[in-house]
């Protein structure tokens, strides 16, 4: 692999208001363990990734975040879990694309700061 070849994501941000409202979401409703915070940064652990949330000081980092898809391994029973924590969701889980004999479910919620994320799943078709 040549020097400057990425390798992978190490750390995805996403722009909040509050670090005391956006942490319990994150660390309680999500179950993302919590890495540590400084600051305005609190940092996530999610399956080798970070999880990096921040109260941006340049309007330019502000304006929205991407959309995190969270893999799971049983998308309704996710689903009910996060609904039973009162996650808002935008649609219920659905069949987005078959592949095969596999189908890739999906699902949209908001947090705190109305940033959009999905939980995500692959199941036999």
Known sequence: MEPAAIR?????????HSLETAIPFYRD????????????????????????????EDERFAKSSSVL?????DI???YEALLAKG????????VVGKMGDSESWMVFFEDPDRNIHALVSEKDA
């Open 8 to 16: 992978k994501i190490g750390q995805v941000s996403v722009p909040v």
């Open 29 to 56: 409703t999500l179950g993302l363990p919590l890495l540590f915070q400084t600051g305005n940064l609190a940092f996530f652990e999610c399956g080798g990734t970070r999880v990096l949330l921040n109260i941006p």
């Open 87 to 94: 996650v808002t969701f935008i649609d219920e889980p659905h």
């Open 69 to 73: 898809y969270f893999d799971v391994a």
């Open 76 to 78: 309704r029973g996710a």
